[in-house]
């Protein structure tokens, strides 16, 4: 009778170990950090700003969405419309015939800069895989490393690109992101948060954009780079004159 109570002691211990040093689930630190960051807002706001000279705006609601850009060129005035049903450009105010290969690009330019810019909104899309990979001391801070991949249907033509990120143990913030990308030429980027602003229940953040040109780096590696002051930085990803506010009603 004491050897049964024993083990049954035992098999309580180590259920108790398991319980208390299991894994914490991905899912739900994305969740808890796309909460964080704007939660059901994203799903009926509009966010508008400048970036590099182009104007962008982003409107969603209830899965409908809205992207364009704005800027001017040596053919007048271009405006750039992505919607669930498809992409369209407009010079002077007439719509453009458009190869399939341009319309891909003009669309992929679009929807990559407003993507970025709503991170981490996009992490529970689809075809988004997500992977635990541990958890990173940086700069003082615990977050969880995250590695991200897609399917290829619904993951677009860059499917093929993996992404990590850095999410914080505590507030569940995403102050870090990296990604391996094969588009001309391929390369690495690390991205540092900064000047991270509250609007209307909605963060959006400026970034230090870190460059590495081999590919056969192992991305999800990169944050040790970072910690040795062995990345270059390449450029600063600033928004301008960000405006958002949250929708009452569809698009």
Not at 63 to 91: A, H, Q
Not at 197 to 215: E, K, P, R
């Amino acid at each position: 009778m004491e050897q049964r109570s024993f083990i049954g002691f035992i098999i309580i211990f180590l259920l108790f170990q398991y319980a208390c040093h299991k894994p914490p689930d991905v899912q739900k630190i994305v969740d808890l950090c796309i909460q964080k960051h704007g939660g059901d807002s994203y799903k009926r706001m509009f966010l508008g700003f400048d970036f590099r000279g182009r104007h962008y705006t982003a409107r969603q609601f209830n899965g409908l969405f809205t992207y364009t850009r704005e800027f001017e060129d040596s053919t007048g005035k271009v405006k750039d419309i992505f919607t669930n049903t498809g992409f369209m450009r407009l010079v002077n105010g007439d719509t453009i015939v458009l190869s399939e290969k341009k319309a891909n690009a003009y669309k992929n330019s679009v929807n990559s800069v407003i993507y970025f810019a709503l991170l981490p909104f996009g992490l529970n899309d689809e075809a988004v895989n997500k992977e635990l990979l541990g958890e990173k001391m940086m700069n003082g801070k615990m977050y969880y490393k995250i590695k991200i991949t897609f399917d290829e249907k619904g993951g677009g033509e860059d499917y093929q690109d993996i992404f990590v990120y850095w999410i914080d143990k505590e507030d569940y913030t995403m102050d870090y992101l990296a990604y391996l990308f094969y588009e001309d030429g391929g390369g690495i980027r690390f991205r540092e948060a900064i000047n991270i602003i509250d609007i209307n229940g909605i963060m959006i953040a400026d970034y230090n954009n870190y460059a590495m040109d081999d590919t056969s780096f192992d991305v999800t590696n990169i944050d040790s780079l970072f910690l040795k002051n062995q990345l270059k930085l390449l450029s600063q990803i600033d928004l301008e004159n960000i405006q958002i506010d949250l929708l009452e009603n569809e698009i």
